[in-house]
């Protein structure tokens, strides 16, 4: 059966009014006699089905169906047939219709009356919410009359709704009024046209264009929009709303009106961190295009606008990090790369409109979420430029990035949305940035927590003076007394909202544009479900894998005919595959790894191995099969927005699992699902250490395909760790402590393991085949410091520094491998320089190109404690291939040391 993923919508009371006004796509409760194609058919323990379009469906319990609200599971509507199964529900007068299936795990839900039924459409398939039975709050009573599902309370019916496609709104700047205005002439520049529409607005007026708020529950275009946050329309000008959401990982979003060939709900990725951990940026390229085009689909459908809320490009800096999984891993470099890839294909390539507006977030020095409105963080300057300040250089200067989010702490005790020499200084002096800045939502709100801010005027006014333009939140709605008050100057707030405008204006707020042709089609099609499993099978990293000694082989791959034992909290679990910040999604629903065993008519024992008696099961379980394989880790419950670890270690109950399993079976095999670095010292080195590991962190949709592929052997495309994974004790060093090189430092740069040796290094991961290195090219000698020089005043190319390597697959199965290659220098800083991945077939021998970047980032330079970053001559070592035994050349750069300028692109 095809099942939905989620629904939107608000509770009624029995006697509350029904709206009446068709939304398309959407089933809705409408007065009874109105012409509806609900009918009742209770033959086979199925109690309530829906023609439409002549397809009898069926309402069926899921175990597993997300409601954003409250994750309270949901009813679905799915295909009648034998298929369908054992529905198990039935009608009961006195308290509505209730789940009566015992496995169903919607035992004791209830259809309760709801103002709009806010369906996600698979072909014709409908989901229906649910909400649990209540003695304090009952479930209003329906029953089945004349075919319909009618509440008894308000005579109202089930509709299917009217089915008639949304179709893209005119633009403002067709309208007669405003058309020869020169905002709308198209053949001036986006910023000409903001400076001019700018101009015509009050001051009131640009304060509600530099304001967000929360959309209204119900909204013209549909009742799927998730997350959102609009600006304030000018309807005297024709001026519609701007609408920002969430891109993460795939569009947060409900779905458009899906087809025989697609759901209609957009895909999600990997996290970000899995993405990186690929060290493949063709496939970030992939991904954030996708994500690009399904997010114009669903705004020319009215679930979305395309101003998003992403990259997150904060430095994992320390693993309790609770959002840590929203990003590139622990290295700058490859934050920044990442960032850039990310923009340009969420941005698009077409010279004159963005299809998406990326936002490259949060500015600066945010990755504790404990505090994180309060919190005050000191940086050596040394940090900020060599780390902290890297990705969003790149994301400025190489992505053109529209927007940057500054986050809700301080720094030195300045708001971030407040300072200037952030926001003004460097980004807009030093790297040019030429977009606008946003809050995180309602930081400016928060300003009051590092004094002084007397009031809200002021706080405004420090917001744009500070470089803020746009206020995720309502505290700029006191722009316009901070301006009379004489606190704020209204050029100001002119300059800002034309920064706004012509980015908006860059995405087609007033015109059409070349993207005004994707639709429903070009969302969750075949492609992007193939490239969430092939991203998810590139972001996978082994990194365990033991001989067996009674097959003399390795643990992995498993042979598919052997007997298998499944057990683990995230056996069957499908929507935490995803991670957070995802949208409506379908194809994980049915999509579990538990599914994908079925799908692949495996010979399995399944149990939770929850509690003693779950323990006991699953020992049982492992002792009767060839394999156990156990699906392990965290949730976005365990680490995420608003919530750091305290600890790295697996939950004590999981480790009891594991231990006690591998105990009795010693092909064990842990899949862990999490975001941030686990430390599983019992499952390496404790008594009963597992045969192999399996690190899948929240890989997506796809992901439980990907992991059976890779399990089975079917593929051989495993990445490399984007962080380090620290020992337990290392949670013993202060979080607050942002000092990269203080009290045993972080990072695999600084790291200096006075907390124990890492257990797994950035950059570690093993594979099913074996391969060889030897260098291609090296780097020519003597190198010289003003041969790196360009035209421009102290920058310097360092792109010239190039290298090959030979690698050759010796093993006995094809696969891919990463290359990735560090660089040591004078300063004993040893960093990542490049990365690149080859795809070897047995016997084949690869050339991977390795060179510095083109900006000398953690390249032949040095930062000094001011900040300044130096061409340095000395000596330099540079390493790839494996890091227990790397292939090693030592180059010399000569000349003299020379200040790299911060302004060079």
Known sequence: MRVLVIVVGTLISAHASIRSSAVPGVPRLTECGAATTWKVETQKNREVQVQTDGAELCLCPVSHVLDARNNQSLAVVGA?????????????????????????????????????????????????????????????????????????????????????????????????????????????????????????????????????????TETPAGTTKLNQRITAPFPRLNIPSSEFSESCHGILS????????????????????GQAASFNESLMSAVANTISIEGRALSNGGVNGVTYFAPNINCIRDPRWGRGYETAGEDALVNGRFAVRYVQGLQGNDPIYLRAAATCKHSLLYDV??????????????????????????????????????????????????????????????????????????????????????????????????????????????????????????KAVRTAATRFFSKQIALGLLDHTPFDGLDAATVDTPSSRALAVDAAGQSLVLLRNELIEKTGA?????????????????????????????????????????????????????TDGV???????????????????????????????????????????????????????????????????????????????????????????GGATAIFQALLGERNTWGKLPYTIYPAAFVERSVMNFDLLAD?????????????????????GLSYTRFTYEWGELPKQPIFITDLATSSEGCFDCSPI??????????????????????????????????????????????????????CT??????????????????????VGDLDAPLKHTFEVSGRKSRVNPQCP
Not at 255 to 262: D, F, I, Y
Not at 620 to 644: I, N, R
Not at 809 to 822: M, Q, R, S, T
Not at 862 to 875: E, H, I, L, Y
Request: overall charge negative.
């Open 80 to 216: 009648c047939g034998a298929s369908t199964g054992h529905c198990g529900w039935k009608s009961v007068t006195s308290s509505g219709i209730v789940a009566a299936s015992s496995n169903s795990g919607l035992d004791g839900q209830c259809l309760s009356s709801i103002s709009a039924i806010w369906p996600i459409p698979v072909g014709r398939n409908f989901v229906v919410q649910m909400r649990p039975c209540s003695s304090a709050d009952p479930a209003q009573t329906w029953s089945f009359r004349e075919n319909r599902l009618v509440n008894i309370a308000t005579g109202t019916c089930l509709d299917a709704g009217d089915t008639a496609p949304h179709p893209r709104a005119s633009p403002s700047c067709e309208n007669e009024t405003v058309k020869s205005m020169p905002f709308c002439q198209r053949t001036l520049s986006p910023v000409r046209r903001a400076a001019d529409l700018v101009q015509r607005l009050t001051v009131d007026e640009l304060a509600g264009a530099l304001t967000m708020s929360m959309p209204a």
């Open 254 to 273: 409900g779905c458009l009106r899906g087809s025989a060939l697609s759901s209609g709900c957009p895909t999600s990725f990997p996290m970000p961190i």
């Open 369 to 490: 979420e404990h505090g994180r409105s309060t919190n005050s963080i000191n940086a050596t300057r040394r940090d900020l430029s060599d780390y902290f300040l890297v990705p969003f250089e790149f994301c400025i200067k190489r992505a053109n990035v529209a927007s940057i989010m500054c986050q809700y702490g301080a720094m030195e005790n300045v708001p971030s949305c407040a300072n200037s020499k952030i926001n003004n200084g460097v980004y807009r002096d030093q790297y040019n940035f030429s977009g606008y800045l946003v809050s995180d939502c309602d930081a400016v709100a928060d300003f009051s927590s590092f004094p002084p801010y007397p009031n809200a005027s002021q706080a405004a006014a420090d917001g744009i003076m500070g470089g803020l333009d746009v206020d995720c939140g309502t505290s700029y709605s006191a722009i316009p007394g901070a301006v009379r008050e004489g606190l704020l100057a209204e």
């Open 554 to 606: 390795r643990a992995l791959p498993v042979d598919p005919s052997s007997t298998f034992c499944f057990a683990g909290p995230h056996t069957e679990s499908t929507v935490d595959l995803l991670g957070n910040y995802h949208g409506v999604n379908v194809q994980v629903l049915n999509q579990s790894c538990l599914d994908e065993a079925r799908h692949r008519g495996l010979s399995f024992t399944a």
């Open 611 to 701: 509690g003693l008696s779950g323990i006991a099961a699953a020992v049982a379980c492992a002792k009767a099969a060839d394999v156990a394989v156990l699906f392990m880790g965290l949730t976005v419950h365990d680490e995420g927005e608003g919530h750091d670890r305290t600890s790295l270690a697996l939950p004590q109950a999981q480790v009891d699992l594991i231990t006690n399993v591998s105990a009795v079976q010693p092909h064990t095999i842990v899949v862990l699902i999490n975001g941030g670095a686990l430390a599983i010292e019992p499952l390496v080195s404790g008594s009963a250490p597992v045969a192999a590991v399996v690190e899948a962190f929240y890989p997506g949709q």
């Open 744 to 764: 045993g430092g972080l990072t695999y740069r600084h790291y200096t393991g006075k907390y124990g040796k890492p257990l797994f290094e950035f950059g570690f």
């Open 802 to 855: 190039a290298l090959s390597v030979k690698v050759s697959n010796v093993g006995n199965l094809g696969g891919d491998i990463v290359i990735l290659g560090f660089v040591t220098g004078p300063d004993g800083v040893r960093s990542l320089f490049d990365f690149n991945r080859l795809t070897l077939s047995v016997g084949a021998t690869g050339v991977s190109s390795l060179s510095m970047d083109r900006a």
């Open 858 to 879: 953690q390249a032949v330079t040095v930062v000094d404690q001011d900040g300044a970053r130096w061409m340095t001559p000395g000596t330099y070592v540079v390493e």
